[in-house]
């Protein structure tokens, strides 16, 4: 049935692990919408049932989410319904389905509503002890090695704190590839089960986390976060020329004035002083 009233997208953050860090708005919105829009709706039957909400949900993850985009434009405006829009963990969008769906549907005047909540790579960031005033997300990094290694290579010169995501059966063989690119000693943080039973933050430098991981494979599983150092500050290639030394290198081999007149075009001081400083370094000479 056609309805002249436009449904609401909710845009829905569920917990990453721990049932009780879902949001009491969370549960009011879930309890409202006409339908969930889940990445899998196994999963998230499970967390309706545990708040005793019945909702029809439908499916929409990476690899229908471009098919799907028409259907839950049909359920919002011709329908009317309201829709809230979940993935397995944490905010939707990041790292997750959900884009081309908010979009589109912002692109034809349907509202899309935030309902903000859990995020790994933030609840990671926040315990992490590395910088939070700047940081940047990468999410996933390539699967294959020489890729990885290539994007790696891009962010080797960052500065601000690195956030990724990662699956445990590639958990060592990116601390390798990072440990390769960025240098043994730069330190990080491999972040997992965040809020569940074994939740684990480790800080270490990336070769002894690859040292520790090797000899724990028990621990190369669950959701995980790796957090990186940015790189320091870059140190100048030259280092700052001190007139004094340069003088003491062009006497070695020019006449007092030459020597004198070159000194300060590379150094920028005055051909006075460094004339007096050229007298008094061949006077104690």
């Known amino acids: 049935m056609h309805s002249n009233k436009i449904g609401t997208l909710y845009v829905v953050a569920t917990p990453i692990g721990n049932l009780q860090d879902i949001s009491l708005r ?19 039957m499970q967390l309706l049932n545990h708040f005793s909400i019945n909702k029809p949900t439908l499916s929409l993850h990476e690899f229908n989410e471009r098919e799907r985009v028409g259907v839950l434009l049909a359920y919002l405006q011709q329908q009317g319904e309201s829709v809230a829009l979940v993935s397995d963990a944490g905010t939707p969008l990041i790292s997750d389905p959900g884009f081309l769906v908010v979009r589109e549907a912002k692109a ?119 957090l990186v150092t940015g790189a320091e500050e870059e140190k100048q290639h030259a280092k700052e020329v001190i007139p004094k030394e340069a003088l003491a290198i062009l006497l070695e081999e020019l006449p007092l004035k030459q020597a004198v007149a070159l000194a300060s075009k590379i150094t920028g001081e005055r051909k006075n002083v460094l004339y007096e400083l050229a007298l008094s370094m061949k006077g104690n000479a």
């Open 26 to 44: 969370a549960i009011e919105v879930l309890k409202k919408v006409d339908r969930v829009a889940a990445e899998d709706t196994r999963h998230a």
């Open 108 to 226: 034809v005047g349907i509202p899309v509503v935030p309902v903000p909540g859990p995020c790994a790579a933030i609840t990671a960031l926040s315990v992490s002890g590395l910088a939070t005033d700047r940081f940047i997300f990468e999410g996933f990094l390539p699967a294959k090695e020489e890729a990885r290694r290539q994007r790696l290579t891009l962010l080797r010169h960052e500065k601000r704190t690195l956030i990724f995501y990662e699956a445990p059966h590639r958990l060592l063989d990116t601390l390798q590839s990072m440990s390769t690119v960025f240098g043994s000693q730069r330190k990080a943080v491999v972040a997992r089960e965040l809020t569940k039973v074994h939740e684990s933050v480790l800080a270490m430098d990336l070769a002894a986390l690859i040292a520790w991981f090797t000899s724990h494979p028990d621990q190369q599983r669950g959701e995980i976060v790796i």
